[in-house]
Each structure stands twice: as structure tokens, then as C-alpha cells.
């Protein structure tokens, strides 16, 4: 048996949507689009999500503005980037219209990514225990107690 096939769509949008809502605000979202745009591609090419059209971007890049793939899974949409064939084939829906909202969906990321992952086969990388470096300053300067000299030597001598 498939994995896919024991994601239902609806978990999968849902999955799809908390992924994305923490990517708006992670410091590090390049992870977390990426998977988002994975599972978007690979429902597409299942002919399990829908293009819709595209959109001007609210955040442009650099200033310039660029255009964005929306797309229906289930019952929630989302923009990716488009390709060159979406410009041709697509009509271009202009600025970014309101009436496309999500419903409100309730899943924590842990759960949103073991979803994704399930279904694009992505295992994340095991990180390797990494052991304890050994605390090491520019500034320690080892005891020198009990190593001097005493009496002082001639150096040390009133001058």
C-alpha cells in the first residue's frame, strides 16, 4: 500500500495551510516553503489541486513587481512561484483579491510536516550527536600558582 493514499486531501490542505502561516512568520521559512511548494506540485500533477490563476504579489522583490501562481487544494488556496508556461496558459487575475480566504484550520506544525513529508516521501536528515568541544578561550591564560619561582629571581628585585 501507498502511503499517499492515507493522506485525505482535506489533511493535506490543512496540512499545506499551517505550514504556510508559519512560514509568513519563521525566521528560517526556506524549509518550510519549500515542502509547501513540493506538495503543491505533486497535486497538480495528480490533478488533485486546481491553477486559478495568477496574482501581482503583495510583497514585491527588489521593488519589481512579479506574479504569483494561486491555486485551489480542497478548499484552500495558496501562491507559488509560477513557470513560464503559467503566464501563457493562465489569465492574470490582477491584484491580490480578498475573497480568496482560508478557513481557520487548527494543526500544529509537527503534525502539518509529518503530513507533507508522508506524502512528498521526504525524510528529514537525522542530525549526529555532536559531542561537547572543549571550552577554549582567547583569553584563558593558564595558573601559574605554585610554578613560581621563590624567592623571586633578580628580575624581580627592587629597582
Same mark, same amino acid.
Given at each position: 500500500?501507498?502511503? !499517499?493514499?492515507?493522506?485525505? %486531501?482535506?489533511?493535506? =490542505?490543512? =496540512?499545506? @495551510? ?9 525566521? *528560517?521559512? /526556506? #524549509?518550510? @516553503? ?12 495528480? !490533478?488533485? =489541486? ?8 503583495? #510583497?514585491? !522583490?527588489?521593488?519589481?513587481? #512579479? +506574479?504569483? %501562481? ?5 478548499? $484552500?488556496?495558496? #501562491? ?10 493562465? /489569465?492574470? %487575475?490582477?491584484? %491580490?483579491?480578498?475573497?480568496?480566504? &482560508? ?8 503534525? =502539518?510536516? !509529518?503530513?507533507?513529508?508522508? $506524502? ?11 559531542? /561537547?568541544?572543549? @571550552?577554549?578561550? +582567547?583569553?584563558?591564560?593558564? +595558573? +601559574?600558582?605554585?610554578?613560581? *619561582? ?7 628585585? &627592587? @629597582?
Amino acid at each position: 500500500m501507498n502511503d !499517499k493514499q492515507t493522506v485525505s %486531501l482535506s489533511d493535506l =490542505a490543512r =496540512a499545506i @495551510y499551517t505550514i504556510n502561516r508559519h512560514a509568513k512568520t519563521a525566521p *528560517e521559512p /526556506k #524549509h518550510l @516553503y519549500y515542502i509547501k511548494k513540493e506538495a503543491i506540485s505533486r497535486l497538480l500533477k495528480e !490533478k488533485k =489541486a486546481k491553477k486559478v490563476g495568477l496574482h501581482f504579489s503583495e #510583497h514585491p !522583490k527588489f521593488s519589481n513587481q #512579479h +506574479s504569483t %501562481l494561486l491555486v485551489k487544494v480542497d478548499n $484552500y488556496y495558496f #501562491h507559488i512561484p509560477p513557470t513560464k508556461e503559467d503566464f501563457k496558459e493562465l /489569465k492574470h %487575475l490582477g491584484t %491580490l483579491d480578498q475573497n480568496y480566504r &482560508n478557513p481557520q484550520t487548527k494543526m500544529s506544525l509537527s503534525q =502539518a510536516k !509529518k503530513v507533507v513529508y508522508r $506524502y512528498i516521501d521526504w525524510t528529514p536528515e537525522q542530525k549526529q550527536p555532536t559531542r /561537547k568541544k572543549q @571550552y577554549t578561550s +582567547s583569553y584563558y591564560t593558564p +595558573s +601559574s600558582l605554585g610554578k613560581m *619561582e621563590w624567592p623571586p629571581s633578580k628580575s624581580f628585585r &627592587n @629597582y
